[in-house]
């Protein structure tokens, strides 16, 4: 009688161990019920591969539970420090954003017509203007400064005003005595046909109408990846 | 006439078309040693299933182990290749900040006075200032430059230091230097809010003071 290798199950052969063996031996060593024989070792077997295949199933789902994405907020709030953050909640979080802050003026009062141009980098290429505001620290005495974003193609010979395309369909306003254009009543929108800004854009953003004694005027604009 | 199972190949006898086989052939089958019979069959297999477990149970340790969260300082250093971000590792870390600049003057030297403003977006709402520091082109001939940092509430005048709070001790570039030092900022009064105004004013000239900008760092409160 010889063995497996692996289980050591009692193995017959007809080539000279089953001589003498007798038929009840072999039932008995086949599928006898005391601890040795191969139907109880190989029940054993089954029952130690059953443990280990719902020990592994619990793991995994120990490891599926704690693979557990970071929301938005939680991306932007910085809260949690066993959450994973993926490429689409880190896009719409704070940190997806940048901000630009261009100046038109500083202690002398706006007088109309003032610009600033920022020319768009390789990093924001495609990307979409998603919130405008302007500032200013000294208030209009007398009318409301506006101000607009006009977009230029990359590589035109100038800036002029045939290549212009407005990326605001409203202006923004900072009501005369106001500091913010957040708190004026009619609030800047931004255009979808011109929100997407490319590789060497050139954004011109301009004051169009001055108010008077108005000071350290500045708009902020923010940007967001395109989806 | 014999058959064989699906998965295992085991041979299987039918009690009546296979009425007639003897014996011998039954137990050679069933419980032969020689390559081929059942239980060679069924113990290559138990040896295969018993591996497959036992690296399958490996790997999922292996995963566990891979789910390491990079901390803050090497989120900064980006020197890991195998640790992930959470949130609060990305918000710590120099990742985390954001840096305005905000030039006070040019060629003209300093007079004193002279101002710049921030306006806080929503994206920074609640953050802190970490750090502000001031760097000049020219450095000051006599005297040392010196400047604050106050914010102001929605839409009150920023120009009045009565209507603001001081986020920070004042900033000094000391005579013949090109910077201040870079000092944390430990203040209750350093956090900001959308549309809070930064103002940032130059309240010692010096002397043939060019170029002055400051650069305040902002960062999510941990």
Known sequence: MGQTNYLKLKAFSTSGCITGITFYQYVNAVSGSDTGDNLFIIDKWSGNVSGSISGISTSAVRLSGSIVYATVEQTSSGSSSNTIITPSSFRDSIYGKNICIVQLNSSSSLIGGEINIVEIPTSLNGWELEEVNAFCAGSSTNGSPTFIIEKFPAGVSSLSDSYANSMLTNSIIIEQGKYDSSFSSEQPIISERYKTVTQGNKLRIKNIISGASVTYASVSLVFIKAT | ?222
Not at chain 2, 108 to 134: C, D, H, K, T, Y
């Open chain 2, 1 to 222: 006439m014999t058959k064989k199972t699906t998965n295992l190949k085991l041979t299987s006898y039918n009690a009546v078309t296979d009425s007639g086989s003897l014996v011998y052939n039954y137990i050679n089958d069933v419980s032969g040693s020689a390559t081929g019979e059942n239980l060679l069959l069924i113990d290559t297999f138990a040896g295969q299933a018993n591996s497959s477990l036992v690296n399958l149970s490996a790997s999922i340790v292996t995963i566990n182990n891979k789910l390491i969260f990079a901390p803050a300082t090497v989120v900064t250093t980006g020197m890991s290749t195998s640790a992930i971000i959470s949130p609060s590792g990305l918000s710590q870390s120099d990742y985390g900040k954001r840096s305005v600049s905000i030039t006070l003057n040019t060629s003209a030297s300093l007079l004193g006075g002279e101002m710049g403003f921030f306006r806080v977006p929503s994206s920074l709402n609640g953050w802190i200032l970490q750090s502000a520091a001031v760097s000049c082109a020219g450095s000051s001939t006599s005297g040392n430059p010196t400047f604050s940092v106050f914010k102001y509430a929605n839409n009150v005048n920023p120009y009045l230091e009565s209507t603001g709070t001081k986020m920070s001790a004042s900033i000094t570039v000391a005579a013949m230097a090109f910077e201040s030092s870079a000092s944390e900022i430990v203040s209750t009064a350093s956090s900001i809010f959308t549309e809070n105004k930064v103002r940032v004013k130059c309240v010692v000239s010096g002397s043939s003071v060019r170029y002055a900008t400051a650069t305040l760092v902002f960062q999510k409160k941990p």
